[in-house]
């Protein structure tokens, strides 16, 4: 059975979403630990990071670094972190969260955001993606 993620990538799931490649797929999390938390994930469905074959890898962190480098400009944050869990959905992904303090990296507290704030933040990243 496709993954949440490979549903959401298929177009048979809604999302917000930030941008695509070939490989990749950029979207915001639907439970963010701050606004701007944006998920970006292989078309190719794969469990766990570790297995990627490299050069998939290595396509996935530049992918992740320019979508990142737009949600810096787009949210005010002190820093764009980036973590890799993947125990809720076994498709990987990358988490890029905008973080004003430690608490937004702990997957602990979470924002509230309507589907208005949703849009509005996704249209300011994708604008500021080159
Ligand atoms: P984890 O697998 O622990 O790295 O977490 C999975 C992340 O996917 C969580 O932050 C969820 O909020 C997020 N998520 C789950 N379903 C969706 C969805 N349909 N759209 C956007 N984000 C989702």
Redesign the pocket.
Same mark, same amino acid.
């Given at each position: 059975m496709p993954s $949440?993620f490979t549903k $959401?990538i298929n177009g048979d $799931?809604p999302?917000y979403k930030i941008a695509e490649d070939a490989d990749n797929f950029a979207?915001?999390? $639907?439970?963010p630990n701050a606004k701007g938390h944006t998920?970006c994930v292989p078309k190719k469905e794969v469990d766990k990071i570790m297995d990627l074959d490299e050069e998939a890898y290595m396509k996935l962190m530049s992918f992740s670094r320019r979508i990142g480098k737009a949600i810096e400009a787009a949210v005010a944050c002190k820093r764009v972190g980036m973590s890799v869990?993947?125990?809720?959905?076994p498709h990987v992904?990358v988490?890029l969260i905008p973080l004003h303090s430690m608490k937004d990296a702990t997957f602990q507290h979470k924002e509230n955001l309507n589907s208005e704030e949703f849009e509005t933040i996704a249209e300011k990243i994708r604008n500021y993606l080159k």
């Open positions: $949440i $959401i $799931i999302c979207f915001l999390d $639907i439970n998920l869990i993947g125990l809720e959905v992904h988490h």
